[in-house]
């Protein structure tokens, strides 16, 4: 493939990948620079992706997880601030400090209940990024499975857990919409 016809091919999917950054960092800032690396490493290992075959949008998600945590890693080993270290237990967020900056409308979900996207967010990472990759981005078992590069089963398990970790933290807005189980 001509490197501008792959370019062209993986721009098409920078929102995708954005939405997903933000869900991995929770923070613009750290989503941009994750979705610059992606996609730097993408045009750098493009062969890698023409060998590999399979879907861009997909190939793109596996570059993002793989590197949100490997950062991750890299953070955790490198040195805290001594403040942190010894206040890790005691801090609090001030009261009129602004919530994360996750940016749902971004994902369409300026009008879902705040309850849901409370309940989204208390999910543990690895079942709200299946969820999402599986209900905001469409994805199948097996592409999530290379994305984050678990079984398939580990996709499903995660996917019944996240689901069923909703339902049971939202029985009242289920009663308020008259939802059945």
Do not use: C
């Not at 490493?41 to 890698?48: M, V």
């Not at 080993?77 to 609090?92: K, M, N, T």
């Not at 749902?104 to 079942?127: G, I, N, T």
């Amino acid at each position: 493939m001509e490197r501008e016809a792959f370019e062209k091919l993986a721009l098409e999917h920078m929102d995708a990948v954005y939405r997903m950054a933000m869900q991995l960092a929770k923070h613009p800032d750290r989503a941009n620079d994750l979705v610059q690396e992606t996609y730097l490493k993408a045009i750098r290992s493009s062969k890698g992706f023409e060998e590999r075959g399979g879907g861009m949008r997909s190939w793109l998600f596996t570059i993002l997880h793989h590197t949100f945590y490997s950062l991750i890693k890299k953070e955790a080993r490198g040195p805290a601030l001594v403040e942190e270290f010894y206040d890790a237990d005691q801090r609090e967020a001030p009261p009129d400090e602004a919530p994360p900056a996750w940016d749902l409308a971004s994902m369409d979900w300026e009008h879902v209940d705040e309850r849901l996207k409370q309940a989204v967010e208390e999910l543990s990472p690895e079942h709200r990024e299946v969820l999402l990759l599986w209900g905001v981005e469409g994805m199948k078992y097996r592409e999530i499975g290379r994305v984050l590069d678990v079984p398939i089963g580990t996709v499903m398990s995660r996917l019944h857990r996240a689901r069923k970790t909703l339902a049971d933290s939202l029985e009242e807005l289920q009663a308020e919409y008259g939802w059945n189980r």
